[in-house]
């Protein structure tokens, strides 16, 4: 599965949008992009994931871009509970395949 | 999004003694499970994937002798840590996927700790 890169921290006041950026340039034709977060002690959370068309949910919005080479995770108001280490992982959906995690971003959201 | 039900959530075990965990698939069957543990300020990292009524793979370094891992049921994987030592105390997060394949969801996590 291809590399990713995120920043290790960013802040977001609350109320405002969270953009979380991810790069992930040796992306392959057939991988997905999968956020994924993890609130402290506890096991992580999926959010959305995308193909090369960008996707919305009622947790989130994923933008990919025209080359796929990178992504960016929107949270367009963020709440105190959105605190929490977000993972950026690119994945193959075929039944060998698996997540594997990287450091993720820490987001704290300010009040 | 789909339910995965951890148990225990916390264990506090003498050393050399073994530890089960229980992870249910509530409201999916459950082809592939994953095992993952994460130490204190790491992340994630991988120990087993297993499917449905097949051996476990381990990933490299992981002691299949230490970590047994069944997986009998499309709903139910255990993960017995035999003769638990300190060094095991750990956050173990199981993991499963249905058979659409696209989405893995997570238990919430058992948190050992070996005295």
């Known amino acids: 599965d291809a590399k990713t890169t995120q920043p290790p921290s960013m802040d977001c006041a609350e109320g405002r949008a969270a953009n979380l950026p991810c790069n992930h340039s040796?992306?392959?034709?057939?991988?997905?992009v999968y956020w994924y977060r993890q609130i402290h002690s506890q096991g992580p959370q999926y959010i959305i994931h995308g193909l090369k068309n960008n996707e919305t949910n009622e947790m989130a919005s994923l933008i990919i871009t025209e080359d796929r080479k990178s992504s960016t995770l929107i949270l367009p108001h963020a709440t105190l509970r959105d605190t929490a280490v977000y993972y950026c992982?690119?994945?193959?959906?075929?039944?060998?395949?698996?997540?594997?995690f990287g450091e993720g971003t820490q987001l704290t959201v300010n009040p | 999004g789909a339910v995965v039900s951890q148990h225990p959530s916390w264990v506090i075990c003498k050393s050399g003694t073994s530890v089960k965990i229980e992870c249910r698939s509530l409201d999916f069957q459950a082809t592939t499970m994953f095992w993952y543990r994460q130490f204190p300020k790491q992340s994630l990292m991988l120990m087993a994937t297993s499917n449905e009524g097949s051996k476990a793979t381990y990933e490299q370094g992981v002691e299949k002798d230490k970590f047994l891992i069944n997986h009998a049921s499309l709903t139910l994987s255990t993960l017995t840590v035999t003769s638990a030592h300190p060094e095991d105390s750990s956050f173990y997060i199981c993991?499963?996927?249905?058979?659409?394949?696209?989405?893995?969801?997570f238990g919430a996590g058992t948190r050992l700790s070996v005295l």
């Open positions: 992982i690119v994945r193959v959906v075929d039944s060998g395949s698996r997540l594997t």
């Open positions: 993991s499963a996927r249905g058979v659409a394949k696209n989405i893995q969801y």
């Open positions: 040796t992306i392959s034709g057939n991988e997905y």
